[in-house]
Antibody
Framework: EVQVVESGGGLVKPGGSLRLSCAAS????????MNWVRQTPGKGLEWVSS????????NYADSVRGRFTISRDNAKNSLYLQMDSLTAEDTAVYYC???????????WGRGTLVTVSS | QSALTQPRSVSGSPGQSVTISCTGT?????????VSWYQQHPGKVPKLVIF???KRPSGVPDRFSGSKSGNTASLTISRLQAEDEADYYC??????????FGSGTMVNVL
């Protein structure tokens, strides 16, 4: 089955860190750029970060640049998001999303919830 | 990286048509043909319904159509059905490996 599955979410205090993982299966992971997209509870979607198939190109939303780091391990079919200096505004469901090759997201995971609270 | 502007909600009766607008800038919607739309039912994962402004993925009914003029893209749902009640988000490529989503529109089927 073609799928991506996120993990690593949880409750963290302001200023803390968390590392999210996304395990891909059923498709040639190394052929696709991957992304993280988040959704604040009850609110809209926000693109967070993208990484090209061989990690040569990465970018971040202004809201997370300098605090979050995206990475991938093609040998393990895995995508990661290291989140540091977390604030309450980072509280959201974080989705792993595959970029189709034509600048749209054609495969989404079910998401993992990150809650930043003291 | 400001969110694209969408109306908060639109409503229509079964069988009618509704159109959702998505306004950006020349740096995103107006600058690329890469506008996509996602449907999200409560508690569910976003689902792609339109890509490349006006193309439908396999399995999406032809009641869904997209268009673009200048910095504004639109999604039209024709012959509205109860199952179409959901949140809809537009998205655009914004250059340099970045993307921007719209603020989201709730479609209410009366």
């Amino acid at each position: 089955e073609v799928q991506v599955v996120e993990s690593g979410g949880g409750l963290v205090k302001p200023g803390g860190s968390l590392r999210l993982s996304c395990a891909a299966s059923g498709f040639p992971f190394r052929d696709y750029s991957m992304n993280w997209v988040r959704q604040t509870p009850g609110k809209g979607l926000e693109w967070v970060s993208s990484i090209s198939s061989f990690s040569t190109l990465v970018n971040y939303a202004d809201s997370v640049r300098g605090r979050f780091t995206i990475s991938r391990d093609n040998a393990k079919n895995s995508l990661y998001l290291q989140m540091d200096s977390l604030t309450a505004e980072d509280t959201a469901v974080y989705y792993c999303a595959r970029e189709s090759g034509m600048e749209y997201f054609d495969l989404w995971g079910r998401g993992t919830l990150v809650t930043v609270s003291s | 990286q400001s969110a694209l502007t969408q109306p908060r909600s639109v409503s229509g009766s079964p069988g009618q048509s509704v159109t959702i607008s998505c306004t950006g800038t020349s740096s995103d919607v107006g600058g690329y043909k890469f506008v996509s739309w996602y449907q999200q039912h409560p508690g569910k994962v976003p689902k792609l319904v339109i890509f490349d402004v006006n193309k439908r993925p396999s399995g999406v009914p032809d009641r869904f159509s997209g268009s673009k003029s200048g910095n504004t893209a639109s999604l039209t749902i024709s012959r509205l059905q109860a199952e179409d009640e959901a949140d809809y988000y537009c998205s655009s490529y914004a250059g340099s490996y970045t993307y921007v989503f719209g603020s989201g529109t709730m479609v209410n089927v009366l």
